[in-house]
């Protein structure tokens, strides 16, 4: 059954090969995250990257909603997973992605005394001034934390595994991610599928629609003639989501006569191939309802295998109100 539901209330199992990579400033998370991406052969995706990204599928228009920007990149990463596996290395990474079961979040940490001689060195600051720089960084980071997730510090249970870099190079830290990395068996597990990245996009873009924001790339409409308004309707808002549809693609035999003459056959309004499911429009006069109902009943029996979802027109009208693809309701 194919069920409309924010982003933040999916489970699902995603089948994908994720690793974030996030740390305290001054312990050189990006090299890090780099040099495991290197070793995993991974897709890296840096923070400066995806800004590129992120201007490329929203435009330069900018500042987008701070609240948005858990959807907005994941919009990104769902259709680059379908490609790769990633590392992903990104201030609070941690807090993205928290629906997706096969990713493997990693936070890198220093003493104080470490990360101030790497901003030293890295800036090229004398102590006084990299020290006014470290916690500058600081209170900057902690505020678009608290701004675009709602906190401004991050429990140790959101890690899968922190590293203590006092002691190590990048080098040796990204080789202990490449070994848990084993230990969890993300590449078994495959690259992120169309119909999983369908669905995943479908709770993206309604999530970001409740922000005002609508990316490009919207499936372009089918030249169909539909039947009744109710239909096309439905199909606006499949294309909305990217959801892959046909038209009354296949009819079903529901009704022989002795010869094995089909006498009856039924044709459901919509296919999606992603989901492999039929979906039946019933907005019209309760004496079609009827005759409709009973080809459904059929269909089940003859054809056990069959996945349809019907849409009555209640249903179909608390539809198009919540996600505001009608402004009046469908006539029967």
Same mark, same amino acid.
């Given at each position: 059954?194919?069920?409309?539901?924010?982003?933040?209330?999916?489970?699902?199992?995603?089948?994908?090969?994720?690793?974030?990579?996030?740390?305290?400033?001054?312990?050189?998370?990006?090299?890090?995250?780099?040099?495991?991406?290197?070793?995993?052969?991974?897709?890296?995706?840096?923070?400066?990257?995806?800004?590129?990204?992120?201007?490329?599928?929203?435009?330069?228009?900018?500042?987008?909603?701070?609240? $948005?920007?858990?959807?907005? +990149?994941?919009?990104?990463?769902?259709?680059? &997973? !379908? =490609?790769?596996?990633?590392? #992903?290395?990104?201030?609070?990474?941690?807090?993205?992605?928290?629906?997706?079961?096969?990713?493997?979040?990693?936070?890198?940490?220093?003493?104080?005394?470490?990360?101030?001689?790497?901003?030293?060195?890295?800036?090229?600051?004398?102590?006084?001034?990299?020290?006014?720089?470290?916690?500058?960084?600081?209170?900057?980071?902690?505020?678009?934390?608290?701004?675009?997730?709602?906190?401004?510090?991050?429990?140790?249970?959101?890690?899968?595994?922190?590293?203590?870099?006092?002691?190590?190079?990048?080098?040796?830290?990204?080789?202990?991610?490449?070994?848990?990395? $084993?230990?969890?068996?993300? +590449?078994?597990?495959?690259?992120?599928?169309? &119909? !999983? =990245?369908?669905?995943?996009? #479908?709770?993206?873009?309604?999530?970001?629609?409740?922000?005002?924001?609508?990316?490009?790339?919207?499936?372009?409409?089918?030249?169909?003639?539909?039947?009744?308004?109710?239909?096309?309707?439905?199909?606006?808002?499949?294309?909305?989501?990217?959801?892959?549809?046909?038209?009354?693609?296949?009819?079903?035999?529901?009704?022989?006569?002795?010869?094995?003459?089909?006498?009856?056959?039924?044709?459901?309004?919509?296919?999606?191939?992603?989901?492999?499911?039929?979906?039946?429009?019933?907005?019209?006069?309760?004496?079609?309802?009827?005759?409709?109902?009973?080809?459904?009943?059929?269909?089940?029996?003859?054809?056990?295998?069959?996945?349809?979802?019907?849409?009555?027109?209640?249903? #179909?009208?608390?539809?198009?109100?919540?996600?505001?693809?009608?402004?009046?309701?469908?006539?029967?």
């Amino acid at each position: 059954m194919l069920q409309f539901y924010p982003l933040r209330c999916v489970i699902m199992t995603v089948e994908m090969g994720l690793v974030t990579v996030s740390g305290e400033p001054g312990c050189r998370v990006d090299e890090a995250a780099r040099l495991a991406a290197q070793r995993l052969h991974f897709e890296l995706i840096t923070e400066t990257r995806m800004r590129a990204l992120l201007r490329e599928e929203f435009g330069e228009e900018g500042p987008f909603p701070d609240k $948005a920007y858990s959807a907005m +990149v994941a919009s990104i990463m769902t259709r680059l &997973a !379908a =490609e790769h596996h990633m590392v #992903f290395s990104a201030d609070y990474a941690e807090f993205l992605f928290t629906k997706f079961p096969n990713v493997l979040r990693v936070h890198l940490i220093a003493p104080e005394s470490r990360r101030l001689g790497m901003f030293m060195l890295d800036r090229r600051l004398e102590r006084a001034a990299a020290r006014t720089a470290l916690e500058e960084v600081n209170v900057a980071r902690r505020a678009e934390c608290q701004k675009r997730f709602g906190r401004a510090t991050v429990p140790p249970t959101q890690f899968d595994m922190v590293l203590n870099t006092e002691w190590l190079d990048p080098d040796q830290a990204a080789g202990m991610i490449e070994s848990l990395v $084993a230990a969890r068996g993300l +590449v078994e597990q495959g690259l992120l599928s169309p &119909a !999983a =990245e369908a669905q995943l996009q #479908f709770q993206v873009r309604y999530e970001l629609s409740r922000h005002g924001m609508h990316p490009p790339g919207k499936a372009s409409l089918k030249p169909v003639i539909f039947t009744h308004p109710s239909e096309q309707i439905f199909a606006n808002l499949l294309d909305f989501y990217r959801i892959v549809w046909e038209y009354e693609p296949h009819s079903f035999a529901v009704q022989w006569d002795k010869d094995g003459k089909v006498l009856e056959a039924f044709t459901p309004d919509f296919y999606l191939p992603e989901f492999d499911m039929y979906v039946e429009l019933t907005t019209m006069k309760q004496s079609l309802v009827t005759k409709k109902n009973r080809k459904v009943k059929l269909l089940r029996q003859i054809y056990p295998h069959i996945n349809i979802q019907v849409f009555y027109q209640k249903d #179909f009208q608390n539809l198009i109100f919540k996600y505001g693809i009608s402004e009046r309701p469908i006539n029967a």
